[in-house]
């Protein structure tokens, strides 16, 4: 039973324009959100997190914007750059559990030069 | 820092042998993570330990055993290979429940 979905396994996107990765979830004890990134034959590496209770985190680049209500989450990507093409996963979890994330099936970007 | 290390990066295993996957870090993380990750899936857990001497079971554990004598090493043992264990095994480390996890670079394993 996938509880984090992402419902795109690609997208492609022109250097210099917006990319956005969309997650869902079905668990409404769900309260920290993360967004990994992954390299061929690399592990994954953290890109940003956000917490329920706020509606958006950014760092730099990287905007993550989060829809309780909808239980969905959305990472923005302005602007894209060749370097961000990866896969992205996002991860939710319960927070005051602490131990069990749960990860989506990840969508591969590839932004074009 | 080396981070998180994973050996080997890669083996192919006969229907019933065993291995162990080694997975160290040098962090001093108390929490490390087991996941495997199926083509086209998303990483799922296997087993975590919280600290020394202290593991517990994930999502998929069966046909999987961890032990943590130290801080620093998480081995992972599969004691008869199943073709369904063929995968890609990545180990992780955090210092606290409210921290990121951090991956090593995998381990792919190959039953047949």
């Known amino acids: 039973d996938q509880q984090v979905k992402q419902n795109s396994p690609s997208l492609s996107v022109q250097e210099g324009r917006i990319s956005i990765l969309n997650c869902d979830y079905t668990?409404?004890?769900?309260?920290?959100f993360l967004w990994y990134k992954k390299y061929p034959a690399e592990g994954p590496t953290f890109l940003i997190s956000?917490?329920?209770?706020?509606d958006k985190n950014e760092d730099g680049r990287f905007t993550v914007f989060l829809n309780k209500s909808a239980k969905h989450l959305s990472l923005h990507i302005v602007p894209s750059q060749p370097g961000d093409s990866a896969v992205y996963f996002c991860?939710?979890?319960?927070?005051?559990?602490?131990?069990?994330?749960?990860f989506g099936t990840g969508t591969s970007l590839t932004v074009i030069p | 820092n080396a981070g998180v290390t994973q050996t080997p990066k890669f083996r192919i295993l006969k229907i019933g042998q065993s291995m162990t996957l080694q997975c160290a870090q040098d962090?001093?993380?108390?929490?490390m993570y087991w996941y495997r990750q199926d083509p086209g899936m998303g990483l799922k857990l296997i087993y975590y330990?919280?600290?020394?001497?202290?593991?517990d079971k994930g999502e998929v554990p069966n046909g999987y055993n961890v032990s943590r004598s130290t801080t620093e090493d998480f081995p992972l043992r599969l004691e008869l290979a199943a073709p369904s264990q063929t995968s890609v095994y990545f180990c992780?480390?955090?210092?606290?429940?409210?921290?990121?996890?951090?991956f090593g670079p995998g381990t792919r394993l190959l039953v047949l």
């Open positions: 991860a939710a979890s319960v927070s005051n559990t602490g131990n069990q994330f749960y």
């Open positions: 962090m001093n993380h108390n929490y």
């Open positions: 956000i917490s329920s209770i706020k």
């Open positions: 992780a480390s955090r210092p606290s429940a409210q921290e990121t996890q951090y």
């Open positions: 668990n409404s004890m769900f309260d920290y």
């Open positions: 330990s919280v600290g020394a001497g202290i593991t």
